[in-house]
């Protein structure tokens, strides 16, 4: 059982989870979301059982964050050290379980990027193996066979139910159904219906390809519309700020008497902040590429 931020050995957690089992049914039916993102994310275990673990799992880090801080603040002799631990220590819990309710979705991102980024390419390869002769199965296994992401692992998927008897119309079917990506499911059921109906699968092959690279066009316009003033808030938060900022340390430094310690304190804060807000926007930038791309 794999739960992101996770502090306690597995066994410990599975048998301490049987205690949350009517809080993770409830929160399993107030969210049907739920069950579809673990379907898509493969994640084999149960939905109440992942739910109870996590929910046992944050419980037991809040009685250690709890205590943590409170002897923390006690050393210290602040007043109210009790509440303002368990505030502190509630907080951080609740955002964990966020996270972690969150991880499979998080993992149905990756598969879709990894699936779409690597579409068109394989889309073109299976459009040159079509208009060379070559039989539906067996451009199916050459996709599998190379790196194309996750387009490959799904073709592959196919091909394992083929081998196992099932007809390649019926296996093709299952995999757009379970498959997160709007795109592969659309671009395979086009297929499906190509073949069902006779069509010429290399035209509707090629059709696809260039509906998919306009469609990459109109994303990378507007990933570049979206840069724009992203860079005009990086250029004045990054670079604009600190030089005013640092200019203004110079100067008052100048007029007052401050030690060189506490200018030091200031430049290295300062030199923090702008760190935190280069990997927020890199963070950002990243998170905004399209997928196609």
Same mark, same amino acid.
């Given at each position: 059982?794999?739960?992101?931020?996770? *502090? /306690?050995?597995? $066994?410990?957690?599975?048998?301490?989870?049987?205690?949350?089992? @009517?809080?993770?049914?409830?929160?399993?039916?107030?969210?049907?979301?739920?069950?579809?993102?673990?379907?898509?994310?493969?994640?084999?275990?149960?939905?109440?059982?992942?739910? =109870?673990?996590?929910? *046992?799992?944050? *419980?037991?880090?809040?009685?250690?964050?709890?205590? /943590?801080?409170?002897? %923390?603040?006690?050393?210290?002799?602040?007043?109210?050290?009790?509440?303002?631990?368990?505030?502190?220590? !509630?907080?951080?819990?609740? /955002?964990?379980?966020?996270?972690?309710?969150?991880?499979?979705?998080?993992?149905?991102?990756?598969?879709?990027?990894?699936?779409?980024?690597?579409?068109?390419?394989?889309?073109?390869?299976?459009?040159?193996?079509? =208009?060379?002769?070559?039989?539906?199965?067996?451009?199916?296994? +050459?996709?599998?066979?190379?790196?194309?992401?996750?387009?490959?692992?799904?073709?592959?998927?196919?091909?394992?139910? %083929? $081998?196992?008897?099932?007809?390649?119309?019926?296996?093709?079917?299952?995999?757009?159904?379970?498959?997160?990506?709007?795109? !592969?499911?659309? %671009? %395979? @059921?086009?297929?499906?219906?190509?073949?069902? +109906?006779?069509?010429?699968?290399?035209?509707?092959?090629?059709?696809?390809?260039?509906?998919?690279?306009?469609?990459?066009?109109?994303?990378?316009?507007?990933?570049?519309?979206?840069? $724009?003033?992203?860079?005009?808030?990086?250029?004045?938060?990054?670079?604009?700020?600190?030089?005013?900022?640092?200019?203004? *340390?110079?100067?008052?430094?100048?007029?007052?008497?401050?030690?060189? =310690?506490?200018?030091?304190?200031?430049?290295?804060?300062?030199?923090?902040?702008?760190?935190?807000?280069?990997?927020?926007?890199?963070?950002?930038?990243?998170?905004?590429?399209? $997928?196609?791309?």
């Amino acid at each position: 059982m794999n739960i992101p931020y996770c *502090f /306690f050995p597995e $066994n410990f957690v599975k048998r301490g989870s049987s205690l949350f089992y @009517w809080l993770s049914d409830f929160i399993r039916k107030s969210k049907p979301e739920i069950e579809l993102d673990f379907k898509r994310a493969e994640i084999k275990t149960s939905v109440s059982a992942y739910i =109870s673990a996590a929910l *046992f799992s944050d *419980f037991v880090l809040f009685l250690f964050m709890t205590l /943590f801080v409170s002897m %923390i603040l006690l050393r210290y002799r602040s007043g109210y050290a009790l509440a303002i631990a368990v505030l502190v220590s !509630f907080v951080i819990s609740l /955002f964990i379980f966020f996270q972690q309710m969150t991880y499979p979705r998080v993992i149905v991102n990756k598969k879709v990027k990894s699936i779409e980024r690597y579409l068109l390419p394989a889309l073109r390869t299976m459009q040159i193996q079509v =208009s060379s002769g070559i039989p539906l199965y067996d451009i199916i296994t +050459s996709i599998s066979n190379e790196d194309y992401g996750g387009v490959s692992e799904q073709f592959k998927k196919a091909i394992k139910e %083929i $081998n196992a008897g099932m007809h390649q119309i019926n296996a093709l079917e299952n995999v757009a159904a379970e498959n997160p990506s709007l795109y !592969f499911q659309r %671009i %395979i @059921w086009q297929i499906i219906t190509a073949v069902k +109906s006779g069509s010429d699968l290399g035209v509707v092959l090629n059709e696809i390809v260039q509906s998919l690279a306009e469609e990459q066009i109109v994303q990378v316009q507007e990933y570049g519309s979206k840069l $724009n003033p992203l860079t005009m808030f990086y250029m004045l938060i990054v670079v604009v700020v600190p030089a005013l900022a640092l200019t203004f *340390f110079v100067v008052i430094g100048s007029f007052i008497s401050i030690n060189s =310690s506490t200018l030091k304190a200031l430049f290295w804060g300062m030199y923090v902040v702008v760190m935190f807000f280069q990997l927020f926007f890199l963070s950002m930038i990243s998170s905004k590429r399209p $997928n196609l791309l």
